[in-house]
Protein backbone atom coordinates (compact mmCIF):
# COMPACT_ATOMS: atom_id res chain seq x y z
CA UNK A 1 0.00 0.00 0.00
CA UNK A 2 1.47 3.41 -1.42
CA UNK A 3 2.21 5.76 1.82
CA UNK A 4 0.09 9.19 1.40
CA UNK A 5 1.71 11.60 1.05
CA UNK A 6 2.30 14.14 4.15
CA UNK A 7 4.63 16.94 2.44
CA UNK A 8 5.84 18.50 -0.83
CA UNK A 9 8.61 20.37 -2.35
CA UNK A 10 8.14 23.99 -0.93
CA UNK A 11 5.27 22.79 1.29
CA UNK A 12 5.47 22.24 5.38
CA UNK A 13 3.94 19.13 6.59
CA UNK A 14 0.88 19.16 7.91
CA UNK A 15 0.14 19.74 11.80
CA UNK A 16 -3.53 20.35 11.12
CA UNK A 17 -4.76 17.69 14.54
CA UNK A 18 -1.36 17.44 15.28
CA UNK A 19 -0.52 14.23 17.91
CA UNK A 20 0.68 16.30 20.55
CA UNK A 21 -2.96 18.54 20.08
CA UNK A 22 -4.74 15.33 20.62
CA UNK A 23 -3.35 13.70 23.85
CA UNK A 24 -5.65 13.65 27.13
CA UNK A 25 -4.60 15.62 30.41
CA UNK A 26 -4.30 13.30 32.67
CA UNK A 27 -3.32 12.44 36.23
CA UNK A 28 -0.97 15.42 37.99
CA UNK A 29 -0.33 16.71 33.85
CA UNK A 30 -1.47 20.25 33.62
CA UNK A 31 -2.29 22.68 31.11
CA UNK A 32 1.15 24.47 32.13
CA UNK A 33 3.08 21.19 32.39
CA UNK A 34 1.66 19.32 29.56
CA UNK A 35 4.24 19.07 26.55
CA UNK A 36 1.64 17.85 24.05
CA UNK A 37 -0.73 20.83 24.68
CA UNK A 38 -2.38 22.34 21.35
CA UNK A 39 0.39 25.13 21.45
CA UNK A 40 2.78 22.81 21.63
CA UNK A 41 1.58 20.63 18.89
CA UNK A 42 3.94 18.29 17.89
CA UNK A 43 5.12 15.13 16.31
CA UNK A 44 7.62 13.52 18.30
CA UNK A 45 6.63 11.40 21.36
CA UNK A 46 9.04 10.83 23.91
CA UNK A 47 8.35 8.02 25.78
CA UNK A 48 10.54 6.80 29.15
CA UNK A 49 11.23 3.17 29.85
CA UNK A 50 8.32 1.19 30.83
CA UNK A 51 5.78 3.95 29.57
CA UNK A 52 3.00 3.71 26.85
CA UNK A 53 0.83 6.19 25.00
CA UNK A 54 -2.48 5.39 23.18
CA UNK A 55 -2.68 6.83 19.56
CA UNK A 56 -5.40 8.66 19.41
CA UNK A 57 -8.38 8.91 16.86
CA UNK A 58 -7.36 9.26 13.38
CA UNK A 59 -5.18 8.49 10.61
CA UNK A 60 -1.54 8.40 11.52
CA UNK A 61 2.01 7.65 9.82
CA UNK A 62 3.93 6.28 12.94
CA UNK A 63 7.33 5.54 12.91
CA UNK A 64 8.61 4.04 16.44
CA UNK A 65 11.90 4.70 17.65
CA UNK A 66 15.11 1.98 18.05
CA UNK A 67 13.55 0.50 21.51
CA UNK A 68 10.16 1.16 21.17
CA UNK A 69 7.12 -0.98 19.56
CA UNK A 70 4.10 -0.31 17.78
CA UNK A 71 1.27 -2.10 19.85
CA UNK A 72 -2.61 -3.55 18.63
CA UNK A 73 -5.16 -4.39 21.17
CA UNK A 74 -6.44 -7.48 19.95
CA UNK A 75 -9.85 -7.85 20.06
CA UNK A 76 -10.14 -11.57 20.80
CA UNK A 77 -7.63 -12.06 23.33
CA UNK A 78 -7.63 -8.67 24.83
CA UNK A 79 -3.92 -8.85 24.55
CA UNK A 80 -1.77 -5.85 23.38
CA UNK A 81 0.81 -7.79 20.37
CA UNK A 82 3.45 -6.13 19.12
CA UNK A 83 3.79 -5.04 15.15
CA UNK A 84 7.22 -6.94 14.39
CA UNK A 85 9.19 -8.50 17.60
CA UNK A 86 11.69 -5.53 17.00
CA UNK A 87 11.99 -1.93 16.38
CA UNK A 88 13.68 -0.84 13.13
CA UNK A 89 11.14 -2.04 11.48
CA UNK A 90 9.99 0.91 9.46
CA UNK A 91 7.05 3.03 9.66
CA UNK A 92 3.38 2.01 9.78
CA UNK A 93 0.26 3.41 8.62
CA UNK A 94 -2.20 3.57 11.60
CA UNK A 95 -6.07 4.03 11.71
CA UNK A 96 -6.95 4.86 15.03
CA UNK A 97 -10.00 4.49 16.88
CA UNK A 98 -8.46 6.04 20.10
CA UNK A 99 -7.73 2.70 22.01
CA UNK A 100 -7.10 0.29 19.68
CA UNK A 101 -2.81 0.95 18.85
CA UNK A 102 -0.57 2.28 21.10
CA UNK A 103 3.41 3.47 21.33
CA UNK A 104 4.90 0.89 24.00
CA UNK A 105 8.41 1.56 25.02
CA UNK A 106 9.13 -1.61 27.51
CA UNK A 107 13.04 -1.73 27.43
CA UNK A 108 14.15 -2.84 30.68
CA UNK A 109 10.91 -4.48 31.07
CA UNK A 110 9.44 -7.96 31.98
CA UNK A 111 7.37 -9.25 28.64
CA UNK A 112 6.41 -12.35 29.88
CA UNK A 113 7.33 -15.54 32.06
CA UNK A 114 8.16 -19.36 31.22
CA UNK A 115 6.79 -21.61 33.79
CA UNK A 116 9.59 -24.45 35.22
CA UNK A 117 6.74 -25.14 38.14
CA UNK A 118 3.16 -25.12 37.26
CA UNK A 119 1.99 -25.90 40.88
CA UNK A 120 -1.43 -27.25 42.55
CA UNK A 121 -4.33 -26.39 44.16
CA UNK A 122 -5.20 -23.48 42.25
CA UNK A 123 -8.57 -22.23 41.12
CA UNK A 124 -9.18 -22.59 37.77
CA UNK A 125 -10.01 -19.08 35.96
CA UNK A 126 -8.45 -16.26 34.13
CA UNK A 127 -6.65 -13.40 36.56
CA UNK A 128 -5.65 -12.70 40.18
CA UNK A 129 -9.53 -12.48 41.11
CA UNK A 130 -10.98 -15.49 39.57
CA UNK A 131 -8.23 -17.80 40.67
CA UNK A 132 -7.24 -16.38 43.95
CA UNK A 133 -3.74 -16.23 43.22
CA UNK A 134 -1.77 -13.00 43.23
CA UNK A 135 2.47 -12.90 41.46
CA UNK A 136 4.71 -10.32 42.86
CA UNK A 137 7.54 -10.06 40.91
CA UNK A 138 10.55 -8.90 43.14
CA UNK A 139 11.54 -5.62 41.49
CA UNK A 140 10.03 -3.56 38.52
CA UNK A 141 5.94 -3.67 39.74
CA UNK A 142 4.85 -5.13 37.33
CA UNK A 143 1.27 -6.57 37.09
CA UNK A 144 0.72 -10.32 36.53
CA UNK A 145 -2.11 -11.81 35.29
CA UNK A 146 -2.10 -15.52 35.99
CA UNK A 147 -4.32 -18.26 33.76
CA UNK A 148 -4.80 -21.60 35.72
CA UNK A 149 -6.18 -24.64 34.00
CA UNK A 150 -8.37 -24.93 31.20
CA UNK A 151 -5.47 -26.95 28.40
CA UNK A 152 -6.50 -28.91 26.04
CA UNK A 153 -5.74 -32.94 26.09
CA UNK A 154 -3.12 -33.53 23.38
CA UNK A 155 -5.72 -36.17 22.33
CA UNK A 156 -7.01 -34.67 18.87
CA UNK A 157 -9.83 -37.27 16.87
CA UNK A 158 -9.69 -37.72 13.13
CA UNK A 159 -13.63 -37.89 12.82
CA UNK A 160 -12.83 -37.67 9.21
CA UNK A 161 -9.35 -37.74 7.06
CA UNK A 162 -11.21 -36.09 4.32
CA UNK A 163 -10.47 -36.51 0.60
CA UNK A 164 -8.12 -34.99 -1.84
CA UNK A 165 -5.91 -32.89 0.36
CA UNK A 166 -2.70 -32.01 -1.95
CA UNK A 167 -0.78 -30.03 1.20
CA UNK A 168 -1.83 -30.29 5.14
CA UNK A 169 -4.52 -28.16 5.77
CA UNK A 170 -4.38 -24.94 8.39
CA UNK A 171 -5.77 -26.06 11.93
CA UNK A 172 -7.48 -23.23 13.66
CA UNK A 173 -8.65 -23.70 17.25
CA UNK A 174 -11.39 -21.92 18.83
CA UNK A 175 -10.34 -19.47 21.23
CA UNK A 176 -10.88 -19.64 24.98
CA UNK A 177 -12.47 -16.92 27.16
CA UNK A 178 -10.55 -13.14 26.66
CA UNK A 179 -7.33 -13.48 28.42
CA UNK A 180 -6.77 -17.13 28.02
CA UNK A 181 -4.17 -18.77 25.43
CA UNK A 182 -5.34 -20.07 22.11
CA UNK A 183 -4.57 -23.69 21.39
CA UNK A 184 -2.80 -24.03 17.68
CA UNK A 185 -1.92 -27.68 16.30
CA UNK A 186 -0.78 -28.80 12.75
CA UNK A 187 -1.41 -31.88 10.57
CA UNK A 188 0.04 -34.04 8.09
CA UNK A 189 -1.43 -35.87 5.10
CA UNK A 190 -1.38 -39.44 3.58
CA UNK A 191 -3.14 -40.51 0.18
CA UNK A 192 -4.95 -37.08 0.54
CA UNK A 193 -6.56 -37.54 3.52
CA UNK A 194 -5.23 -36.12 7.19
CA UNK A 195 -3.44 -38.82 9.15
CA UNK A 196 -2.28 -36.98 11.99
CA UNK A 197 -2.60 -34.15 14.48
CA UNK A 198 0.05 -32.47 16.58
CA UNK A 199 -0.94 -30.59 19.50
CA UNK A 200 1.73 -27.11 19.29
CA UNK A 201 0.51 -25.46 22.39
CA UNK A 202 -2.39 -26.79 24.97
CA UNK A 203 -3.44 -23.31 25.60
CA UNK A 204 -5.02 -22.40 28.84
CA UNK A 205 -7.97 -20.68 30.09
CA UNK A 206 -10.50 -22.53 28.27
CA UNK A 207 -13.84 -24.19 30.06
CA UNK A 208 -14.96 -26.32 27.23
CA UNK A 209 -12.83 -28.32 24.86
CA UNK A 210 -12.76 -26.51 21.73
CA UNK A 211 -13.88 -26.85 18.18
CA UNK A 212 -11.13 -27.10 15.21
CA UNK A 213 -11.60 -25.69 11.58
CA UNK A 214 -9.89 -27.12 9.01
CA UNK A 215 -8.91 -24.95 6.50
CA UNK A 216 -7.91 -26.42 3.08
CA UNK A 217 -3.93 -24.42 1.89
CA UNK A 218 -4.71 -21.91 -0.48
CA UNK A 219 -3.25 -23.84 -3.17
CA UNK A 220 -5.22 -26.62 -2.87
CA UNK A 221 -8.36 -26.99 -4.71
CA UNK A 222 -9.97 -30.45 -4.10
CA UNK A 223 -9.22 -31.04 -0.81
CA UNK A 224 -12.49 -30.78 1.86
CA UNK A 225 -14.27 -32.91 4.03
CA UNK A 226 -11.80 -33.33 7.22
CA UNK A 227 -13.63 -33.63 10.88
CA UNK A 228 -11.43 -33.19 13.70
CA UNK A 229 -12.45 -33.23 17.29
CA UNK A 230 -10.44 -32.29 20.84
CA UNK A 231 -10.80 -34.60 23.44
CA UNK A 232 -13.38 -33.79 26.00
CA UNK A 233 -11.29 -33.59 28.81
CA UNK A 234 -9.44 -30.60 30.05
CA UNK A 235 -5.76 -31.16 31.22
CA UNK A 236 -3.95 -28.60 34.15
CA UNK A 237 -6.71 -28.04 35.92
CA UNK A 238 -5.10 -26.35 39.35
CA UNK A 239 -2.19 -25.50 38.05
CA UNK A 240 -0.53 -22.15 37.41
CA UNK A 241 -0.08 -22.98 33.17
CA UNK A 242 0.87 -19.68 32.23
CA UNK A 243 0.95 -15.57 33.31
CA UNK A 244 1.87 -12.51 31.20
CA UNK A 245 1.80 -8.58 32.18
CA UNK A 246 -1.11 -6.94 32.34
CA UNK A 247 -1.89 -4.49 29.31
CA UNK A 248 -3.75 -2.66 31.61
CA UNK A 249 -2.33 1.14 32.87
CA UNK A 250 -0.52 0.25 36.29
CA UNK A 251 -2.08 2.43 39.46
CA UNK A 252 1.19 1.97 41.37
CA UNK A 253 2.79 4.61 39.41
CA UNK A 254 2.45 7.39 37.26
CA UNK A 255 -0.09 8.12 33.97
CA UNK A 256 1.34 6.23 31.35
CA UNK A 257 3.20 3.24 33.37
CA UNK A 258 1.98 -0.06 31.94
CA UNK A 259 1.20 -3.38 33.48
CA UNK A 260 5.11 -3.89 32.60
CA UNK A 261 6.43 -1.68 35.87
CA UNK A 262 8.90 0.13 35.55
CA UNK A 263 12.44 -0.88 34.39
CA UNK A 264 14.56 -3.39 36.37
CA UNK A 265 18.82 -3.79 35.56
CA UNK A 266 18.76 -7.76 36.58
CA UNK A 267 15.14 -10.14 35.62
CA UNK A 268 12.67 -10.23 39.10
CA UNK A 269 12.25 -13.00 40.83
CA UNK A 270 8.43 -14.18 41.36
CA UNK A 271 6.71 -15.01 44.18
CA UNK A 272 3.40 -16.97 44.59
CA UNK A 273 0.53 -16.08 46.93
CA UNK A 274 -0.77 -19.02 48.16
CA UNK A 275 2.14 -20.12 47.94
CA UNK A 276 2.98 -23.62 46.17
CA UNK A 277 5.63 -25.19 44.72
CA UNK A 278 5.10 -22.50 41.59
CA UNK A 279 8.00 -21.23 39.99
CA UNK A 280 8.53 -18.89 36.48
CA UNK A 281 11.14 -17.67 34.48
CA UNK A 282 10.66 -13.81 33.51
CA UNK A 283 11.41 -13.06 29.77
CA UNK A 284 13.10 -9.65 29.40
CA UNK A 285 13.35 -7.15 26.93
CA UNK A 286 17.15 -5.41 28.25
CA UNK A 287 18.93 -3.04 26.21
CA UNK A 288 22.95 -2.07 27.16
CA UNK A 289 22.40 1.45 29.19
CA UNK A 290 26.25 1.27 29.48
CA UNK A 291 30.05 0.01 28.68
CA UNK A 292 33.17 -0.21 31.18
CA UNK A 293 36.08 -0.96 29.51
CA UNK A 294 38.27 -3.10 31.89
CA UNK A 295 41.25 -4.02 30.67
CA UNK A 296 42.75 -1.75 27.51
CA UNK A 297 44.46 -4.21 25.88
CA UNK A 298 47.54 -3.54 23.35
CA UNK A 299 48.57 -2.03 20.73
CA UNK A 300 45.21 -1.83 19.06
CA UNK A 301 44.06 0.41 15.79
CA UNK A 302 41.17 2.18 15.00
CA UNK A 303 38.18 0.05 14.01
CA UNK A 304 35.96 3.14 13.03
CA UNK A 305 35.94 5.72 10.91
CA UNK A 306 36.30 8.34 13.92
CA UNK A 307 39.72 8.23 14.90
CA UNK A 308 41.45 6.75 17.74
CA UNK A 309 38.30 4.86 17.98
CA UNK A 310 37.31 1.06 18.71
CA UNK A 311 34.13 -1.06 18.51
CA UNK A 312 32.30 -2.63 21.16
CA UNK A 313 29.48 -5.11 20.51
CA UNK A 314 27.88 -6.27 22.99
CA UNK A 315 27.13 -10.01 21.82
CA UNK A 316 25.12 -12.94 23.61
CA UNK A 317 22.41 -13.36 26.11
CA UNK A 318 20.19 -11.90 23.29
CA UNK A 319 18.46 -14.99 22.30
CA UNK A 320 14.70 -14.77 23.61
CA UNK A 321 14.23 -17.09 25.92
CA UNK A 322 10.87 -16.94 24.53
CA UNK A 323 12.05 -18.03 20.74
CA UNK A 324 13.90 -21.54 22.39
CA UNK A 325 10.79 -22.50 24.45
CA UNK A 326 8.30 -21.82 21.39
CA UNK A 327 10.56 -24.22 19.49
CA UNK A 328 10.70 -26.54 21.69
CA UNK A 329 7.51 -26.45 22.97
CA UNK A 330 7.94 -26.05 26.69
CA UNK A 331 5.90 -22.87 27.23
CA UNK A 332 2.61 -21.75 26.64
CA UNK A 333 2.97 -17.78 26.07
CA UNK A 334 0.65 -15.31 25.66
CA UNK A 335 2.38 -14.07 22.55
CA UNK A 336 4.61 -16.23 19.48
CA UNK A 337 6.96 -14.17 19.73
CA UNK A 338 7.32 -11.74 22.71
CA UNK A 339 10.42 -10.15 21.38
CA UNK A 340 13.55 -10.20 18.82
CA UNK A 341 17.23 -10.11 20.22
CA UNK A 342 19.17 -7.35 18.65
CA UNK A 343 23.20 -7.03 19.53
CA UNK A 344 24.17 -3.57 20.58
CA UNK A 345 27.44 -1.83 19.59
CA UNK A 346 29.08 1.24 20.78
CA UNK A 347 32.66 2.97 19.77
CA UNK A 348 35.44 4.29 22.68
CA UNK A 349 38.20 5.65 22.63
CA UNK A 350 41.94 4.22 22.09
CA UNK A 351 45.16 6.17 23.14
CA UNK A 352 48.89 4.73 22.86
CA UNK A 353 47.41 1.20 21.13
CA UNK A 354 44.95 0.49 24.16
CA UNK A 355 41.37 0.97 24.38
CA UNK A 356 40.25 3.72 27.33
CA UNK A 357 37.37 3.99 28.89
CA UNK A 358 36.80 7.64 27.61
CA UNK A 359 34.52 8.91 24.27
CA UNK A 360 31.99 6.39 24.83
CA UNK A 361 29.23 6.47 22.82
CA UNK A 362 26.27 3.90 22.67
CA UNK A 363 25.46 4.21 18.86
CA UNK A 364 22.58 1.18 19.05
CA UNK A 365 21.62 0.31 22.54
CA UNK A 366 20.37 -3.29 21.34
CA UNK A 367 17.10 -5.05 22.26
CA UNK A 368 15.63 -7.99 23.77
CA UNK A 369 18.34 -9.35 25.81
CA UNK A 370 17.98 -11.71 28.86
CA UNK A 371 20.92 -10.35 30.65
CA UNK A 372 24.01 -8.47 30.17
CA UNK A 373 25.69 -9.44 27.38
CA UNK A 374 29.43 -10.15 26.91
CA UNK A 375 31.34 -7.62 24.61
CA UNK A 376 33.93 -7.97 22.49
CA UNK A 377 36.40 -5.24 21.31
CA UNK A 378 36.65 -4.81 17.97
CA UNK A 379 40.44 -3.28 16.09
CA UNK A 380 42.09 -3.81 12.83
CA UNK A 381 44.77 -5.85 15.21
CA UNK A 382 46.13 -5.84 18.74
CA UNK A 383 48.55 -7.83 20.70
CA UNK A 384 46.79 -8.27 23.98
CA UNK A 385 43.19 -8.34 23.33
CA UNK A 386 40.86 -5.77 25.61
CA UNK A 387 37.81 -6.72 27.53
CA UNK A 388 34.35 -4.58 28.75
CA UNK A 389 31.58 -4.85 30.26
CA UNK A 390 27.95 -3.52 29.81
CA UNK A 391 25.12 -2.67 31.83
CA UNK A 392 21.79 -3.22 31.09
CA UNK A 393 18.18 -1.86 32.04
CA UNK A 394 15.89 0.09 30.11
CA UNK A 395 16.04 3.84 28.42
CA UNK A 396 14.09 6.81 26.85
CA UNK A 397 13.04 6.62 23.22
CA UNK A 398 11.73 8.83 20.94
CA UNK A 399 8.78 8.07 18.27
CA UNK A 400 7.58 10.00 15.62
CA UNK A 401 3.33 9.88 14.95
CA UNK A 402 2.44 12.24 11.72
CA UNK A 403 -1.38 12.87 10.88
CA UNK A 404 -2.04 12.74 7.55
Given amino acids: MA ?20 LPLTGSQTASSN ?8 NAVNLPAGQVQIIPAGTFYVSPGPVTALQWLDPVS ?31 CPLGAIITNA ?21 GGSVWVPVVGGA ?55 VTAPTILV ?16 NATLVGSGSLLAMYPSGAANTAFAAGVGGHGVPVTTAPTFTFAPASTTAATAIMNFVVTAFTVTSGGAAYT ?43 WASAGTSAGAVVDTNKVIVDPGFGMQAAPAVCVIGSSSTTTAAATATVGGVADTSFVQPF
Fill in 152 to 206: INTTVTITAGGTNYSFPPLLVISAPPPGGIQATATCTVSAGAINAVTVTCQGAGY
Fill in 35 to 42: LFQPVNAT
Fill in 119 to 139: GSGYTNGIGATATGLTITPSA
Fill in 215 to 230: IPDFRDTTGSGAVLTV
Fill in 78 to 108: QFWRTVGATPYAGGFDVDSDGGNYRLANLSG
Fill in 3 to 22: IPRIGGPGLPLNLNGAFGSQ
Fill in 302 to 344: PATQAANAALLVALGATTGANIAARAANTATLNDTLLTWARPA
